[in-house]
């Protein structure tokens, strides 16, 4: 997964940013890092959720009542 690197210099790529709560901020940030990338795809291909503790991630688990 390469970024689109043609508009880095341009301040309107991202305006977005300023409206971002702290988990949104977060996830811009941790989806562009090379080491998450890898380590999702490795848990990915095996069926390994371990790898979100590494990570501080926490899923909200589903209630089957």
Do not use: H, I, K, V
């Given at each position: 997964?390469s970024?689109?690197?043609?508009?880095?210099?341009?301040?309107?790529?991202?305006?977005?940013?300023?409206d971002?709560?702290?988990?949104?901020?977060?996830?811009?940030?941790?989806?562009?890092?090379?080491?998450?990338?890898?380590?999702?795809?490795?848990?990915?291909?095996?069926?390994?959720?371990?790898?979100?503790?590494?990570?501080?991630?926490?899923?909200?688990?589903?209630?089957?009542?």
């Open positions: 997964m970024p689109d690197a043609s508009r880095w210099r341009s301040s309107e790529a991202y305006d977005y940013l300023d971002l709560s702290a988990a949104d901020l977060a996830w811009e940030y941790l989806r562009r890092n090379p080491d998450y990338q890898r380590d999702f795809q490795t848990a990915e291909g095996r069926g390994d959720a371990d790898w979100t503790e590494r990570w501080g991630l926490r899923f909200p688990r589903r209630s089957f009542a």
